[in-house]
């Protein structure tokens, strides 16, 4: 089972910028979901972006438009490019990855991103 380490996060002021990776320690299965997942304290952890095989993406509502995921194959690497942050957006991010054939689920450990002025 691969592992997933995340970094990039950090505390940014609102309307600020960050980008987050997430680097998988082997290559991505061929048919895959790989998303941004994060969670505030005292909150249930939400999906944030995911990115399926074929490209598809989908974003939550709360960031679309600010949010954008992307994945390096050759890289292994996920990315989340965060602009225009609020402070709604303080939470630890969570990378996943799901292969789509064995189900076969993994988590990295997580990020802590603040915005505050």
């Known amino acids: 089972q691969v592992q997933l380490v995340e970094s990039g996060g950090g505390l940014v002021q609102p309307g600020g910028s960050l980008l987050l990776s997430c680097e998988s320690s082997?290559?991505?299965?061929?048919?895959?979901?790989m998303g941004w997942y994060r969670q505030a304290p005292g909150k249930e952890r939400e999906r944030v972006a995911t990115?399926?095989?074929?490209?598809?993406?989908t974003t939550a509502d709360s960031v679309e438009g600010r949010f954008t995921v992307s994945l390096d194959n050759v890289m292994n690497t996920l990315y989340l490019q965060m602009n225009n942050l609020k402070p709604e957006d303080t939470a630890v991010y969570f990378c996943?990855?799901?292969?789509?054939?064995?189900?076969?689920?993994?988590w990295g450990q997580g990020t802590q991103v603040t915005v505050s002025p």
């Open positions: 996943n990855l799901r292969d789509l054939f064995t189900r076969e689920e993994t």
């Open positions: 082997g290559p991505i299965p061929s048919r895959y979901a």
């Open positions: 990115i399926f095989s074929g490209g598809v993406t």
